[in-house]
Structure formats: C-alpha cells, structure tokens
C-alpha cells in the first residue's frame, strides 16, 4: 500500500510518500481531520504557520496518538516559516511559536514558504530576497542541528533560489514543495531538484479542483475506476514525487489515498503532454 511506502531525503530520513494537505483547513475543524487521516493510515500531515490551523494540527495529532496507540515517531509532520518572514531573529520567534502550536518536542520537516512575500512572488524585477532567504535557512539550520527538526527544506522557490540556498547555507534542502499536477509538471526545476538529491512534494495535485472540469483527465479517471483526485496523485507519485491531496470529509480523506493502482505508459504520456491548466 501506498500509504505504507517512503522516500528517503538527502539526509537518510524517511517520510511517507503521501501526505494530507491542510491548506483552507479551518483551525475548529483541524484536529478532526487529522484525527481522520491517521485513522484511515496516513502518517503525514502538512500543515504551515500561514494556514493559521498549527494548534487544531497539533490536538488532532495528540488525540489520534492516545486513541491508536501509534508512537509520535510514526507521525511525519511538515509546517512552513511564513513566506513575509525575512529574518533570523523573526525566523527563531517562529520556529518556536510553531512547535508550541502543535505542541510537539521536534517537528519533522520544516520549510521557507516562499522565497519572497505573497504580493512580490509574481511581480518582474521585485526583490529576490537572496541574502534574507540564506538568513532564514542559516536559523532553520541551526534548529535542525540543535535537534528540533529532523529535516530542513523550502516550497516555491526557483532554480536560482535554490541555488541561492545552496551556495550560502550548510545544509542542502530536503525538500522543495511546489506546484506540480497534470497540465503543470515544471520539469527543468524538477530535474534540478533530483541532480540536487532534493525531493519534490507536489502541492494541489488536483489543481485545486480544476481537473475535475477536464473532459479528458475525467475520462481517464473513469478508465481506471478512480476519481479524478485519486488519478493526479498517481500520477504525481508515477514521476516520483510526493503528492499532497486534501479534504475535510473524511470519506474523501479515504478515497484519495487509495492509490495502489497503475497509469500505463501511453496514459501517462498522454497527461504529460497536457499543458497550461
């Protein structure tokens, strides 16, 4: 089963090759999903600071550890430095009002946001932020030799960001969490990132539902008995990659992970060569 398999990052952790997302999760309704997701066998979550839901995150994983038995290091748990954050010092205040939030005594995998605030992502000729991003990585480093967390790495972040990172930080990323699903594979970043020894986790692997209003994606999906959600996370994970789907509804939660299936060849190609969605 799928939900049973790891990667192995860079450092010889591993992490479980699907995690639930919980972005748009309501901090009131967060411990209940995550209580769900384990439930139903998922020993990731991802969570960040921005979703303002780390304390629901973290109930919901207490609860689930008292209700099951299951030990706090079978649980992999991601959350993110927020993307406006440009400093150490902001960046030490976060890393510890984070851990009180979901209460735990080491988090998993912790990663920059962005490598520039929301508002400057898209804007041409805005502030690269190179010097303030090694800054941020330089405290995160710091937390993950001091043992608060188990792996380090960044979500957005380009080719020249990372290479940013990668000439002014000791440690190379774990992870670069970025946009990836059918009609979006970004493969010149991606092979960088596997030359680098960086895993890719694909966030919005259902391209936040658009997918679903792809006549030939749900066709597709029809083939092989699947929802459409389920047939991109296969898909993310057949280049790979670690899909992040989510849900609030626990039934959901459940179908999505069910993905012990196969796309064959000429269906995978077929999605490759969709673009633009």
């Not at 639930?20 to 999760?25: E, F, I, M």
């Not at 969570?47 to 919901?60: D, F, K, M, Q």
């Amino acid at each position: 089963m799928v939900l049973e398999e790891f990667y192995k990052l860079n450092n010889g952790q591993r992490i479980p090759k699907i995690a639930l997302g919980t972005w748009q999760t309501p901090n009131d309704v967060a411990a209940q999903v995550v209580e769900a997701a384990i439930d139903a066998g998922y020993r990731h979550i991802d969570t960040a600071i921005a979703y303002e839901n780390e304390s629901g995150v973290g109930l919901g994983l207490k609860n689930a550890l008292k209700k099951t038995g299951i030990h706090r290091e079978s649980i992999f748990i991601t959350s993110k430095i927020p993307a406006e954050v440009k400093s150490r010092d902001a960046t030490i205040r976060c890393i510890q009002e984070s851990m009180e939030r979901l209460d735990c005594y080491h988090v998993d995998l912790m990663l920059v946001h962005a490598p520039r605030p929301w508002t400057e992502m898209d804007k041409p000729g805005a502030n690269r932020y190179y010097k303030e991003n090694v800054d941020v990585w330089n405290a995160l480093e710091e937390a993950y030799e001091a043992g608060k967390f188990r792996s380090i790495g960044v979500s957005n972040f380009s080719i020249d960001d990372l290479n940013n990172i990668l000439a002014g930080g000791r440690v190379v990323p774990a992870v670069n969490q970025i946009r990836v699903h059918i009609g979006h594979v970004p493969t010149d970043l991606i092979d960088f990132c596997e030359q680098n020894g960086i895993l890719v986790e694909a966030y919005s692997p259902n391209a936040t539902g658009r997918l679903m209003k792809i006549p030939e994606v749900c066709a597709m999906a029809e083939k092989y008995h699947v929802s459409v959600p389920q047939l991109a996370s296969r898909f993310v994970l057949q280049l790979g990659l670690l899909p992040l789907p989510k849900s609030v509804h626990e039934e959901r939660i459940r179908q999505n992970a069910k993905l012990d299936f196969e796309i064959n060849s000429t269906d995978m190609a077929v999605l490759l060569e969709m673009d633009g969605l």
